[in-house]
Structures are given as structure tokens and as C-alpha cells.
């Protein structure tokens, strides 16, 4: 029998958010969170070898910075405040390829920090743009100075100099996993079934992991049969081969090596999908239904595309749409891509989409604290 939403809040195993001390912090705190997450789901339509299909997708672009970061960047610094682990005026310090600086120079910011955000400079100029219209400051890492893990590097050497910066550690930090295990997930599973349906399995990229297994564990927690996916570009196979291997394009995942808050061994069989093909599939999602998303998206919807069809044309499958297209306008997202031999989107034929509400804030999933 499927759990009954009022069966939802803390029985469900959900934690409710912590609570901060100081009243000022928490009111924008909580002004934020009313701006991140909870975002609409698409049941886009389509045909593919000559049957009809839909594929399920939250659509991130929704968020405050426009990305599904802002759901980590806000529980990061929520749990940092309520653990005392970061004071009002601290810098905060972060290694990202993207999205996550986006997110954590804005909510930062709004929460009167100083961001600083160590990227390798081979990122698109609109994310170096963006993160600096938001106040923050942006340090190039080139591939001679160590790339992302060079980055890395770089953020935990300013924090072992001085006790006032805070680094998220977004590849480590357990409140990234627990953004979505509170918020995606849920919204997810609850969005179905105020449609009337229930969810066999959930697919995301890798970056850091915290979408695929925060949501993840949520979805098996209210289905344990849920069948939970991580994807990686076929360029760059780190998660099946445990490190870096090859180039892609596909931003914000496959960052050089597994982190450490993915466990593989919770999760069903790492599904690939091509550069290219995820390339051809965001144009398509613009150029046909006006969903203008980012790269990853594409990919995101060609690897929910081959676990239905291992699972059956009719099995209800969602993934996310990570971003917008709108950070891509320098990438080849923006150029004519060759259409190879074996890749999926060529047989696609978009053809609707159908939006479904966002939560009652008062009562599927209560993403305030209490
Ligand atoms: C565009 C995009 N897609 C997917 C991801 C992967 O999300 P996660 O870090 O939760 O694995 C990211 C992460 O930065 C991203 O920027």
C-alpha cells in the first residue's frame, strides 16, 4: 500500500530542518528557502521507436540562481549555522566547477558572507561572470596548477590559514546528500502521486552525488524497490572506473574523481550517455517544447529514456533538469553537434509536456523547520 501523505512529515523518516539561534540569521534563512526548491515537475511527452513515452523531470531551473545547487547551498550553511560551524561574517571558501559557486556566492552573500570560489578556468565565461555579479570573487585554477582537484586544494589551503573561513566541502559534506534526501526526493515521490502515480525509478549525473543519493534514499525509503541510477558522460567514465578517465562536455558532472558521499554500492548500475547526445537532446527540448535547459538535462533525459527501457515503456521514470541553457551561451550547446552512430536522441520525437503543481507548502513536504 502506498504511504499516505499525511503518514508523510517525520514518520516518514524525514528529519525536520534544524533550527538556528539567532533569529536574524534564521528569518533569511527561511526567506531563501521560500525561493529554493519545490520546484514544478514536468511528465514530458514523447515518442521513441514508435511507441508513445513520458519521462519525468523537476525543473531546477526554478530555483533562485536558476540551478538545483541552491538546494545544497542553503542546507549546507543551514546545518554549518545550527552546528556552530560557521559565524555570522565568516568568509566562505568552495572548489566548484559551476552551479555550486552560483548558488553559494548568492545565498552567501544574502547572508552577509564573503564568497570565494576556486574554478578551473576552462568553465564557461557566464558562470565566471555570474558568480562575480553576485559579489563574490573567482580564482582561476589552470590544468598546470591541478585543475578541480587543484582547486580543491587551493580552498582547503585558505581555510588552514585562517579560522574564520568556512568551507561547504560539497564533495564530502553529508548536509549535501541530506539537501535532497529532505527536499527532492520527497518532492519527487509526492508530485506523482498527487497524479496518480508511483515511481519505479530515479536517475541524476554525478557531480558531487548529493542529488542521486539524497533523493535517492528518500525514494527508497517510501518505495525500497525503487530503482536509483547514477549517469556519467561515456567520455569520462570515473564512476565505473573509480578515476578520471577522458574529457566531455557535459558541465557540472564527472569532476575528476568519485566523491566521497557516493556510495555505488546503494545504487543501481551507472547508466552512460554520450556528450554529443545529450548536446542534441537540450536543443531538441528547446528548439521543440521551449524547455531551455542545460547539457546535463539532456543527458539527464536519455539516461531516464534507457532505464525505461529496461523497465518497460509504461515504468515511471523521473530524473532532473539541472539548469537552464542560459549559462551555455559560449558552449557547443549553442553550435550545430554531428549526429553519431548509437546515439538515442535522433529516435526521440518530442511531442508535449505536462506540468504538474508544486507542493502545498502546508502540507506534502515541509521543507521549514519547526
Ligand atoms: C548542471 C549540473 N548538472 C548536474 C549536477 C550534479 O549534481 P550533484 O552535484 O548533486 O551530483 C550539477 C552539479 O553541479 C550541475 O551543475
Known sequence: MLPDARDH?????????PIVAEPAIERRLRSLGRMIGNTPMLA???????????????????????SIKDRMALHILRRAYAEGCIAPGDAIAEATSGNTGISLAAVGRALGHPVTIFMPDWMSRERVALIHSYGAQVVPVSRAQGGFLGSIHMAEEMAATDSHVFLP?????????????????????????????????????VGTGGTVMGAGRALRRLKPSARIHPLEPAESPTLTRGHKVGQH??????DEFVPVI??????DAVVAVSDGDAILMAQMLAATLGLAVGISSGANFLGALRVQDELGPDAVVATVFADSNKKYLSTDLMREELVREGYLSPEVRLTGFTTYHRLCGMCAVNTEPR
Not at 546528500?177 to 541524476?204: C, K, M, S, Y
Not at 562536455?249 to 564527472?254: A, L, T
Not at 557516493?262 to 545504487?267: F, G, P, R
Open 9 to 17: 512529515q517525520p514518520k516518514a523518516g524525514l528529519t525536520p530542518l
Open 249 to 254: 562536455r557535459i558541465q557540472g558532472v564527472s
Open 169 to 205: 566541502r560539497q564533495f564530502a559534506n553529508a548536509a549535501n546528500v541530506e539537501a535532497h534526501e529532505l527536499t527532492t526526493g520527497p518532492e519527487i515521490w509526492w508530485q506523482l502521486r498527487q497524479n496518480g502515480l508511483e515511481l519505479d525509478a530515479f536517475l541524476a549525473g
Open 262 to 267: 557516493v556510495q555505488l554500492d546503494e545504487l
Open 44 to 66: 514530458i511527452e514523447f515518442r521513441f521507436r514508435g511507441r508513445a513515452r513520458v519521462v519525468h523531470a523537476k525543473a531546477e531551473q526554478f530555483n533562485m540562481t536558476g
